[in-house]
């Protein structure tokens, strides 16, 4: 059964940058596609990148470039999002999700991290 | 990439049926079969119910369903239960990225 656990809550400062992990467990984490969703307090859901680890590769939303950057260590089979120029708007909790693959990708997340709580508050 | 467009909120007895629906473009609804949908229940993750437009992971009941007409889809829930109240999400691929839904709150009355 894979898992998906996620680093703890920050308070970070505005201005700094956080980076919140995500560990894999029960599976073959380099055959994964890991994507990164953020939801503020009250609101939607809002997908920010993923990275395929097998490849090194991420991609990201238009909205977070240059402002984030996702990466993962095959060794210990975790996936990070770093998230710099923190502004209050980026208050939410970060979630790490990961693909399901039919064949391929096919754009749907099936296993979901617990979620990290992110606030950001001079 | 804008958001794709849901109802703010529905509402249903129970027994009865409700339709979501989870409008965009051409350039994501309308232009892949990559449409998900999602449950979230307060201060709990998503979980996916719906994949590929109308394909149901294992272990989601058959009373929920899919489907997709040009840039508009569609989740439907039969024979609502009291459990089914929660907070739904769209999602669709676009072209190298993914794009949601604003979400829309089902009431079971």
């Known amino acids: 059964q894979v898992q998906l656990v996620q680093s703890g809550a920050e308070v970070k400062k505005p201005g700094s940058s956080v980076k919140v992990s995500c560990k894999a467990s029960?599976?073959?984490?380099?055959?994964?596609?890991i994507s990164w969703v953020r939801q503020a307090p009250g609101q939607g859901l809002e997908w920010m990148g993923r990275?395929?680890?097998?490849?090194?590769?991420?991609n990201y939303a238009q909205k977070f470039q240059g402002r984030v950057t996702i990466t993962a260590d095959k060794s210990t089979s975790t996936a990070y999002m770093e998230l710099s120029s923190l502004r209050s708007e980026d208050t939410a909790v970060y979630y790490c999700?990961?693909?399901?693959?039919?064949?391929?990708?096919?754009?749907?997340?099936?296993?979901w991290g617990q979620g990290t709580m992110v606030t950001v508050s001079s | 990439q804008s958001a794709l467009t849901q109802p703010p909120s529905a509402s249903g007895s129970p027994g009865q049926s409700v339709t979501i629906s989870c409008t965009g473009t051409?350039?994501?609804?309308?232009?892949?079969?990559?449409v998900s949908w999602y449950q979230q229940h307060p201060g709990k993750a998503p979980k996916l119910m719906i994949y590929?437009?109308?394909k149901r992971p294992s272990g989601v009941p058959d009373r929920f369903s899919g489907s997709k007409s040009g840039n508009t889809a569609s989740l439907t829930v039969s024979g609502l239960q009291a459990e089914d109240e929660a907070d739904y999400y769209c999602?669709?691929?676009?072209?190298?990225?993914?794009?949601f839904g604003g979400g829309t709150k089902l009431t079971v009355l």
């Open positions: 051409s350039s994501d609804v309308g232009g892949y079969n990559y």
């Open positions: 590929e437009v109308s």
């Open positions: 990275i395929i680890p097998i490849l090194g590769i991420a």
């Open positions: 999602s669709s691929y676009a072209g190298s990225l993914v794009v």
């Open positions: 029960g599976g073959t984490f380099s055959s994964y596609t």
């Open positions: 999700a990961r693909e399901l693959t039919v064949a391929g990708t096919v754009y749907a997340f099936d296993i």
